[in-house]
């Protein structure tokens, strides 16, 4: 009979490794600090200007609230682990940060689908854009880029909290639903579930941003230099942020299908990391930079002008 108990408390065993690094971990992580200047200035600025109350920019605003939740739920619990001699979590705790960890990745994955059928609409009906993308239509995509993700993540959630589990020891810096591998009876329907809600959100995802762009190339192809150039432009941000999250989510995937025992602790913790930390730096200063009207007004605000 396999012994099974109701665990109390997770074990992160990624942390003992790290040695007298831990202090070098901690500087690191006051970038945390830099992350939320750099999505709290530019969220001010899109909320105080109205010139910027655009579907565009409201996207955009989504998004860095979506960075501000991410970080918030990873780097304040990592800074606590990282000066704690001991390394556990209470249960609740490691359950509220796997749902916490989720939702971030999904709501990033809608808020990039969402803005790219917006630059579709934008490049290829420039003159019904104002009619194709309303206010109500802008309200209700934001409204279920937050409530699909936090939906699947509490049917996960709920599937994976009675799993009877016969060890505590979770070998990462942070919780996720590693906590299935712990389980000591069957967890097809936690399998299953898993493998329908990635195929559905992967499917949606990969389907539009697939159409959008293909659709927006040929209106490149055909159109005249001053549409490429437009094109260019706004896109640039969007397909740098995309390819940069779903690297982040090639490192995290590779890490959990295969044996990385015989990758270095410090390469293996540097990559799990990856898409959680830079991710919501890149952002803010990508689209802060790229967007000229972000930027002048992001400046005018900094230098106190505005």
């Given at each position: 009979?396999?012994?099974?108990?109701?665990?109390?408390?997770?074990?992160?065993?990624?942390?003992?490794?790290?040695?007298?690094?831990?202090?070098?971990?901690?500087?690191?992580?006051?970038?945390?600090?830099?992350?939320?200047?750099?999505?709290?200035?530019?969220?001010v600025?899109?909320?105080?200007?109205r010139?910027?109350?655009?579907?565009?920019?409201?996207?955009?605003?989504?998004?860095?609230?979506?960075?501000?939740?991410?970080?918030?739920?990873?780097?304040?619990?990592l800074?606590?682990?990282?000066?704690?001699?001991?390394?556990?979590?209470?249960t609740?705790?490691?359950?509220?940060?796997?749902?916490?960890?989720?939702?971030?990745?999904?709501?990033?994955f809608?808020?990039?689908?969402?803005?790219?059928?917006?630059?579709?609409?934008?490049?290829?009906?420039?003159?019904?854009?104002?009619?194709?993308?309303?206010?109500?239509?802008?309200?209700?995509?934001?409204?279920?880029?937050?409530?699909?993700?936090?939906?699947?993540?509490?049917?996960?959630?709920?599937?994976?909290?009675?799993?009877?589990?016969?060890g505590?020891?979770?070998?990462?810096?942070?919780?996720?639903?590693?906590?299935?591998?712990?389980?000591?009876?069957?967890?097809?329907?936690?399998?299953?579930?898993?493998?329908?809600?990635?195929?559905?959100?992967?499917?949606?995802?990969?389907?539009?941003?697939?159409?959008?762009?293909?659709?927006?190339?040929?209106?490149?192809?055909?159109?005249?230099?001053?549409?490429?150039?437009?094109?260019?432009?706004?896109?640039?941000?969007?397909?740098?942020?995309?390819?940069n999250?779903?690297?982040?989510?090639?490192?995290?995937?590779?890490?959990?299908?295969?044996?990385?025992?015989?990758?270095?602790?410090?390469?293996?913790?540097?990559?799990?990391?990856?898409?959680?930390?830079?991710?919501?730096?890149?952002?803010?200063?990508?689209?802060?930079?790229?967007?000229?009207?972000?930027?002048?007004?992001?400046?005018?605000?900094?230098?106190?002008?505005?």
């Amino acid at each position: 009979m396999v012994n099974s108990t109701r665990v109390s408390y997770f074990t992160l065993a990624a942390y003992f490794s790290t040695g007298t690094f831990r202090y070098v971990f901690f500087m690191i992580m006051l970038l945390y600090i830099l992350i939320v200047c750099a999505n709290v200035l530019l969220i001010v600025v899109i909320c105080l200007n109205r010139s910027l109350h655009e579907p565009m920019c409201i996207f955009l605003c989504s998004l860095f609230v979506n960075e501000l939740y991410g970080s918030t739920g990873l780097f304040l619990f990592l800074l606590a682990q990282i000066l704690s001699d001991i390394h556990t979590v209470s249960t609740s705790f490691c359950f509220m940060q796997v749902f916490c960890g989720y939702t971030y990745v999904i709501v990033q994955f809608c808020n990039l689908t969402v803005m790219s059928y917006d630059r579709y609409l934008a490049i290829c009906f420039p003159l019904q854009y104002n009619t194709r993308m309303t206010s109500n239509k802008v309200a209700m995509l934001i409204a279920l880029t937050w409530l699909f993700p936090v939906t699947e993540v509490v049917v996960m959630i709920s599937l994976s909290a009675p799993l009877q589990l016969c060890g505590n020891i979770i070998d990462k810096v942070y919780c996720d639903n590693y906590i299935v591998k712990l389980a000591c009876y069957d967890t097809t329907v936690n399998n299953i579930y898993g493998i329908v809600y990635t195929f559905i959100l992967l499917f949606g995802v990969v389907t539009v941003i697939l159409y959008t762009y293909i659709n927006i190339l040929k209106i490149c192809f055909s159109g005249s230099k001053q549409t490429r150039q437009k094109a260019l432009r706004t896109c640039t941000p969007h397909i740098a942020s995309l390819l940069n999250f779903c690297l982040g989510g090639c490192f995290e995937t590779i890490q959990n299908r295969f044996d990385m025992n015989s990758v270095p602790n410090m390469l293996r913790i540097f990559l799990s990391l990856y898409w959680l930390t830079c991710q919501p730096l890149f952002n803010p200063v990508l689209y802060g930079l790229q967007i000229s009207k972000i930027r002048s007004l992001c400046k005018r605000l900094v230098f106190g002008k505005m």
